[in-house]
């Protein structure tokens, strides 16, 4: 695998210009045959560009790609994929109402006498997913399972086709510990086929798990290569942004024992008897597992979900959860998990995108939008969070997704609410985007606002956390305060179906 000679893709000098911006710039790179290569990058820095180029989603301003010695360049994706190589990006292309099974095998399914055939096309998708360790019903629909599960239909329905080039694009940003290692797993069995994996990650520590080099992007070129153990977590961070950031989390500056928020039995289809309490400039994890009910509990405070029984008091005051919007108006806002369904919509501006929630704030006389009020609060929030977009009139779909993420806490932070939930907020965007997050965080908390965060990536949910709610099949099964919760705590109470009664409140 080390000899030079043993080169399965070659980039030869790609350039890629869009309009008058160059999102690539003579980038020339040989990937070894069976290994595993990270994409390393924040968000902007060419990375993906540069995986649309090999795929045949786009194509070159300038350069070449060989394959197994064979231009690739000027190939349609279907044509890329014939040659053997798959990808799995960030946004699914699931068919929601159909099975697992269905969407694994779709345009490629058994038949027999002329009919698909559905006991063998379920057998063989069982077959995958029991190969990897992981238990689930094939039959499901995908509208029907999680988002992590979601994301490893989408990993097996690319191993299935026997690829020879795999490239993964931040295939375990909706993943828990658990399911990061059913992963792992994935990932070694190709290797052991000689599979090349392209791997683009935020995660850093995933990179040195299971990458063999790593190639950093910065600013549309390609800035190094080199072996993996020849970096460590702190030159890899400052090739990639060119420089130092801390690897200390930041922490609020005060902290009050006033209650904000209070939730006593809160109990729907997914969540069962949920009770804890907010405090006022409070940040508040919650860790669990893929399915603990951590998303649906947020939903139903948020009213995007149905509560059925429980109650829940909102400074003092009895609070129903009617509508999101009903939420939005009382001071309750969240961030959710999947921005790009739910948290943006994607074919607007980021002016219009900014405002939408806070609409009311910009009206004259009733029903006219005063522009220059909302330009100003637009082109406001795009400098304190660092927004990188061309103007304000920029469409949404254009930008990273880091950026993306930064709108959607935009557009929460316009309706100046007192509580934000922040599900996930740090999913698949990069080291440089994640540390301004950190730190508006605490600046909010510091303002007065008090925060829920839920958060599969472990380092951050303890990082950021005052205190700590484990949940575990709809229950909170421990509470842990600063000090108290490790990483082994907070797994083996995510694994256990019982309330932690000794520290739990």
Do not use: W
């Not at 190939?75 to 699931?94: C, K, T």
């Not at 893929?290 to 029984?309: H, M, Q």
């Not at 998990?337 to 009311?360: A, C, M, Y």
């Not at 599900?423 to 606002?449: F, H, S």
């Amino acid at each position: 695998m080390n000899e030079s000679s043993d080169i399965i893709l070659s980039a030869h000098h790609l350039t890629k210009c869009y309009a008058k911006v160059t999102a690539l710039s003579d980038v020339s790179l040989d990937i070894r045959r069976g290994e595993v290569l990270a994409l390393c990058g924040e968000n902007g820095a060419g990375k993906s560009t540069f995986i649309k180029m090999i795929t045949g989603a786009e194509q070159p301003t300038s350069g070449t790609v060989d394959f197994n010695g064979e231009p690739l360049t000027g190939l349609s994706p279907s044509a890329v994929m014939d040659r053997g190589i798959s990808a799995v990006y960030q946004e699914f292309s699931l068919i929601p109402y159909l099975s697992i099974a269905e969407n694994i095998f779709y345009g490629r399914e058994p038949v027999r006498a002329g009919i698909i055939n559905h006991a063998q096309m379920r057998q063989k998708a069982q077959e995958l997913f029991d190969e990897m360790g992981m238990r689930i019903d094939v039959r499901k629909r995908i509208i029907d399972i999680g988002v992590a599960y979601q994301q490893m239909v989408e990993i097996l329905k690319a191993v299935s086709k026997d690829p020879k080039f795999i490239i993964l694009d931040e295939p375990t940003a909706p993943l828990t510990v658990k399911e990061t290692g059913i992963f792992y797993n994935i990932v070694r069995k190709l290797r052991e086929k000689r599979v090349t994996v392209l791997f683009i990650s935020h995660r850093l520590e995933e990179v040195f798990e299971i990458c063999d080099r790593a190639a950093v992007f910065m600013d549309g070129k390609l800035v190094t290569v080199k072996d993996v153990k020849d970096f460590t977590r702190k030159t890899l961070i400052s090739c990639m942004v060119g420089r130092e950031i801390s690897d200390d989390y930041p922490q609020p500056k005060k902290t009050s024992d006033e209650v904000v928020l209070e939730c006593k039995g809160i109990t729907n289809d997914k969540v069962r008897g949920a009770s804890f309490v907010l405090h006022k400039g409070e940040i508040l994890g919650f860790g669990g597992l893929v399915g603990a009910g951590r998303t649906e509990l947020a939903r139903a405070i948020f009213g995007a979900d149905l509560l059925k029984s429980g109650e829940i008091l909102y400074k003092g005051m009895k609070y129903v959860p009617g509508s999101p919007r009903h939420a939005l108006r009382s001071g309750i806002g969240l961030i959710p998990e999947d921005r790009k369904s739910q948290g943006v919509i994607l074919g607007l501006t980021l002016r219009e995108n900014i405002v939408f929630s806070s609409l009311p704030r910009y009206l004259t006389h009733g029903f006219i939008i005063d522009s220059r009020k909302e330009r100003s609060a637009a082109e406001r929030y795009v400098a304190e969070l660092n927004i990188k977009a061309s103007s304000i009139e920029q469409i949404v779909k254009n930008l990273s997704g880091g950026n993306q993420q930064k709108v959607v806490l935009a557009r929460i932070l316009s309706t100046q609410c007192d509580v934000l939930i922040f599900d996930e907020p740090t999913r698949g965007i990069d080291v440089g985007a994640k540390q301004e997050i950190y730190n508006l965080m605490c600046r909010l908390a510091d303002q007065g606002k008090s925060i829920i965060m839920i958060s599969s990536d472990m380092p951050e949910l303890i990082g950021m956390s005052q205190r700590i709610c484990v949940m575990s099949e709809g229950r909170i099964t421990a509470e842990f305060k600063r000090g108290e919760f490790s990483q082994e705590k907070i797994l083996e109470m995510a694994s256990s179906g019982r309330r932690n009664s000794t520290n739990a409140a």
